[in-house]
């Protein structure tokens, strides 16, 4: 898993005031889960823009006032109006120790199913996981090609070399839908073979 890094500077301050002085000033106020305290920091809006806005995940490195924490991003707040971030918060993470961590689903391949009509749907944008960060995939791949109409693939149906899955194993990662078309052409060959099976079915005239 690639690392980015975010540069911040400690808070002198705390509380709903000094909260909203960063956010004013286009800063975002956040909090380090670390092994022995917590470490509260502001760090730059943009500065999250490779963190955020994008399809991988990845190790952050947070240079505070020339200090290196190494971390993963825990949750992130957006302003349900505006979509800025309003908050951050990361955990200190270790290379010796296990590391849980969301990471995005990739899905390629060209599906039969979508092929045959079918649509593809997506249940899960991201998969929990859990293992050593030298380990940690940057997203985890999802091959569709061989899905039919009706198949899916379930998390029990991943494997990553040194990794475990943490989500249940009965949750639909992707599915491929029956769509409007891929109905239509169902139920014209079912009733298709209804009407061969009936005209089968039914006995030739006797001759007089």
């Given at each position: ?10 808070r002198k ?15 975002v106020?956040?909090v ?19 963190l955020?806005y ?15 924490y190494?971390?993963?991003l ?6 349900p109006?505006?979509?800025r971030i ?8 270790s ?5 849980v ?21 997506i ?17 985890i ?23 475990e ?15 409007r078309v ?6 014209e ?13 039914t006995p030739?005239p006797?001759?007089?």
């Open positions: 898993m690639k690392t980015i890094e975010i540069k911040g500077s400690i301050e705390l509380g709903k005031k000094s909260s909203k002085q960063i956010r004013k000033a286009e800063g106020p956040c380090i889960y670390g092994k022995e305290t917590n470490i509260h920091f502001q760090a730059q809006e943009l500065a999250f823009k490779g955020i994008t399809h991988e995940a990845h190790l952050v490195d947070l240079n505070l006032d020339g200090k290196v190494k971390t993963v825990q949750d992130i707040q957006f302003h109006v505006s979509d309003i908050h951050a918060d990361f955990v200190q993470i290379e010796d120790k296990p590391v961590i969301s990471v995005p689903v990739s899905v390629h391949g060209d599906s039969v199913g979508v092929i045959a009509g079918g649509k593809l749907s249940k899960k944008r991201t998969v929990k996981l859990k293992g050593l960060p030298k380990f940690l995939p940057e997203f791949p999802v091959d569709i090609t061989d899905l039919k109409i009706h198949d899916s693939v379930k998390v029990g149906d991943l494997t990553l070399d040194n990794i899955f943490l989500d249940m194993k009965k949750a639909v990662v992707v599915t491929i839908a029956t769509s891929a109905a239509k052409a169902e139920g060959e079912g009733e298709a073979a209804e009407g061969a099976a009936a005209t089968a079915e030739a006797e001759k007089s």
